[in-house]
């Protein structure tokens, strides 16, 4: 299987002299295409900045992104900034969803953004797979927090991005509806073949991955 991710010497730190953090240091791995990696650690363990690194939100100290093949920081902002919406799908904890556009409009944002046509057997199956047929045309106030997370969840794979990165999906739901995005999650990286790399704090979700990656203090320390 090809390699969808490598990540090289990746490093960030923030501030100078004694106010200097070293939030991310010399990190290296690579993704395979259609894998699913769970990337563990403490709060403050450097995973949310290794996850914006990886998506191009944010620029490394050095260090360098391959996402299929393409050298990420190599780009000029504005190349950056579509290359992410095409081929990077982020599922954020607090759902990111725009409040006055309904479910479908909400999926379909980054489609519309670039233009491009909106195949609506496709759209009508990723509803029922994240089981929105019925709030379709609902906003986001009118839903459930899991709900706003498959709305989210279906943004994110509508334009079959090369990886997509959830940043604690499940850390402000209940059990019951983390236990549906983890499903969901499930769902698309075998359904939909999408390669995933999930952020979270809880060993036992991080255990329906493929792999986990575990974070110390900027370093990987474990890999399983």
Known sequence: MENILKV??????????ETKVIALDDVSFEVKKGEFVAIVGASGSGKSTLLHLIGGVDR???????IDGED????????LAIFRRRQVGLIYQFYNLIPILNVVENITLPLELDN????????K???ETLGLSKR?????????GGQQQ???IGRAIITHPAIILADEPTGNLDS?????IVELLKISNKKYKQTIIMITHNLEIASIADRIIKIEDGHIVKED
């Open 176 to 180: 019951k509806a983390s236990d549906e």
């Open 150 to 152: 498959r709305t989210s």
């Open 60 to 66: 490394p100290t050095r260090g360098k992104v391959f």
């Open 72 to 79: 990420i920081y190599k780009m000029k902002d504005d190349a």
């Open 116 to 123: 491009k046509k909106v195949n609506q057997d496709e759209l």
């Open 8 to 17: 090289e010497n990746l490093t960030k730190i923030y501030g100078k002299g």
């Open 136 to 144: 379709k045309e609902h906003l986001p106030n009118e839903l459930s």
């Open 125 to 127: 199956e990723l509803l």
